[in-house]
């Protein structure tokens, strides 16, 4: 695991950018895209870069991690209008290639079946974009969750629900969800996780010095041969091992390593 500690979230989305960009600029790259606070600055640099630098999207597959069950996807909180409204439809990736699970169907397990074939079927995904959850969730990959599980059906925890009601005018958040599982992600060539804020410091302490548990699932990136964490002040404020992570990560970029050309696995 590599952890790159920053000043900001702005700091923040700049470095996740670069890894973003990198595989962008290779060509025909499968992007894992997340929704949620997290990745804002992210997005808000990405789309920047495709205004000021020219990146562009158009050759660019994209999955996203996870939609809830029973909202359709141009409902407005679904995670398909959300994930459009912060960053597809500001870039020029085309809608054909955004896939999201489709929330409305009547037999949700097939759905998650067919969603993960999905993304085999395009080569896996290269560079998955995740946040954290309070709980030290991924996706929606609760505690407890399997540590091989596979897109599923899941129910959301009373924390999340209640974190994520705030996006909901009648503050009622469906009770089921789909989710590419720890398995799933874990296939991802690079993992990118960023988090901010004091409210996620317990869980990411957990994630990246705590044992590897179904207890705290983002702890699962322990065993990613490519999991890149990168935190602002407050959410790096508990992890022991600051001063090493700072070391390290000076020294990679003075030798100029990516996340994609290796070096951290
Ligand atoms: P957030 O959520 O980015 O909105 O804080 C992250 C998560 O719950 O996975």
């Given at each position: 695991?590599?952890?790159?500690?920053?000043?900001?979230?702005?700091?923040?989305?700049?470095?996740?950018?670069?890894?973003?960009?990198?595989?962008?600029?290779?060509?025909?790259?499968?992007?894992?895209?997340?929704?949620?606070?997290?990745?804002?600055?992210?997005?808000?640099?990405?789309?920047?870069?495709?205004?000021?630098?020219?990146?562009?999207?158009?050759?660019?597959?994209?999955?996203?991690?996870?939609?809830?069950?029973?909202l359709?996807?141009?409902?407005?909180?679904?995670?398909?209008?959300?994930?459009?409204?912060?960053?597809v439809d500001?870039?020029?990736?085309?809608?054909?290639?955004?896939?999201?699970?489709?929330?409305d169907?009547?037999?949700?397990?097939?759905?998650?079946?067919?969603?993960?074939?999905?993304?085999g079927?395009?080569?896996?995904?290269?560079?998955?974009?995740?946040?954290?959850?309070?709980?030290?969730?991924?996706?929606?990959?609760e505690?407890?969750?399997?540590?091989?599980?596979?897109?599923?059906?899941?129910?959301l925890?009373?924390?999340t629900?209640?974190?994520?009601?705030?996006?909901?005018?009648?503050?009622?958040?469906?009770r089921?969800?789909?989710?590419?599982?720890?398995?799933?992600?874990r296939?991802?060539?690079?993992?990118?996780?960023?988090?901010?804020g004091?409210?996620?410091a317990?869980?990411?302490?957990?994630?990246?010095?705590?044992?590897?548990s179904?207890?705290?699932?983002?702890?699962?990136l322990?065993?990613?041969?490519?999991?890149?964490v990168?935190?602002?002040?407050?959410?790096?404020?508990?992890?022991?091992?600051?001063?090493?992570?700072?070391?390290?990560?000076?020294?990679?970029?003075?030798?100029g390593?990516?996340?994609?050309?290796?070096?951290f696995d």
């Open positions: 695991m590599q952890v790159i500690l920053c000043d900001s979230a702005e700091h923040v989305g700049k470095r996740a950018a670069d890894i973003v960009e990198d595989y962008v600029r290779a060509g025909s790259a499968v992007l894992g895209l997340a929704t949620g606070g997290s990745p804002s600055s992210t997005y808000r640099e990405l789309i920047r870069r495709h205004r000021e630098e020219s990146l562009g999207f158009s050759d660019v597959r994209a999955f996203t991690l996870d939609e809830y069950a029973g359709a996807p141009d409902h407005e909180q679904s995670y398909h209008t959300t994930i459009r409204r912060e960053f500001h870039v020029d990736l085309p809608l054909e290639n955004l896939m999201t699970p489709q929330g169907v009547s037999d949700l397990a097939a759905e998650a079946e067919r969603y993960d074939a999905a993304i079927a395009a080569g896996g995904v290269d560079v998955q974009i995740l946040g954290i959850g309070a709980n030290g969730h991924i996706g929606f990959n505690p407890t969750s399997s540590l091989s599980s596979r897109t599923r059906v899941k129910t925890a009373g924390t629900r209640r974190d994520n009601a705030r996006f909901f005018s009648d503050g009622e958040v469906p089921l969800c789909l989710t590419q599982g720890l398995g799933t992600i296939e991802a060539r690079t993992a990118l996780l960023v988090a901010m004091a409210n996620k317990e869980a990411v302490r957990a994630m990246v010095e705590g044992p590897v179904a207890h705290c699932p983002a702890s699962v322990q065993l990613h041969r490519r999991a890149v990168i935190l602002d002040p407050d959410a790096a404020s508990l992890l022991s091992l600051a001063d090493y992570y700072r070391e390290a990560q000076e020294m990679n970029d003075e030798l390593l990516s996340a994609r050309s290796g070096g």
